[in-house]
């Protein structure tokens, strides 16, 4: 199982190293996550990869217009991992999306809020609801997940 988690997060991260699908305009990763107004104009595809220790999150975003689509990979060491879609809302600089994704072989959906800047992608911090006990966004917290912008697999 962890064997094709990783193969899942390197096919992944190879869609957005050189040579992977890119947006039909000709700006640069920096200058398309710095200028969310050129996000608009045509389908831009971006890819953040933040690693911790042995434990990697990794998100890949198509932007055309308003919709968000991609898929975000959550890979902790020895542990299982969630592989899913997003499927959202940009307004400005924020996105709002679901990730529908599985993990031990069930389906499940979380709302994350995120919120594009220079070079990087951040994200509001989950935390458990007493009540549910599921995860859910903190949505009096600030945006303190950072990804930062990658067009290369990490090698």
């Given amino acids: 199982m962890k064997y094709f988690s990783f193969i899942g997060a390197v096919l992944l991260l190879a869609a957005c ?9 000709k700006d ?8 969310t107004s050129k996000l608009k104009s045509a389908v831009s595809s971006l890819c953040f990869l933040k690693t911790e220790g042995k434990d990697s999150t990794s998100i890949q975003l198509a932007i055309k217009g308003d919709s968000v689509t991609g898929e975000m990979d959550w890979i ?12 959202g809302v940009m307004k400005n600089d924020t996105i ?7 993990q031990e072989g069930m389906r499940d959906t979380i709302n994350l809020k995120f919120k594009i800047e220079t070079n ?3 994200q ?20 303190t997940i950072v990804y ?8």
């Fill in 28 to 35: 640069t990763l920096s200058t398309t996550v710095a200028d």
């Fill in 148 to 155: 930062p912008a990658s067009n290369r697999v990490k090698k």
């Fill in 120 to 122: 990087q992608l951040s």
């Fill in 96 to 102: 709002a999306a679901a990730w529908i994704f599985m």
């Fill in 17 to 25: 190293s050189p040579g992977g699908n890119k947006s039909s305009d």
């Fill in 124 to 143: 509001k911090p989950l935390k458990v609801n007493a009540k549910t006990g599921r995860e859910e966004t903190d949505n009096t917290a600030g945006y």
């Fill in 76 to 87: 902790p060491y020895e542990k299982d991992a969630r592989h899913g879609q997003l499927h």
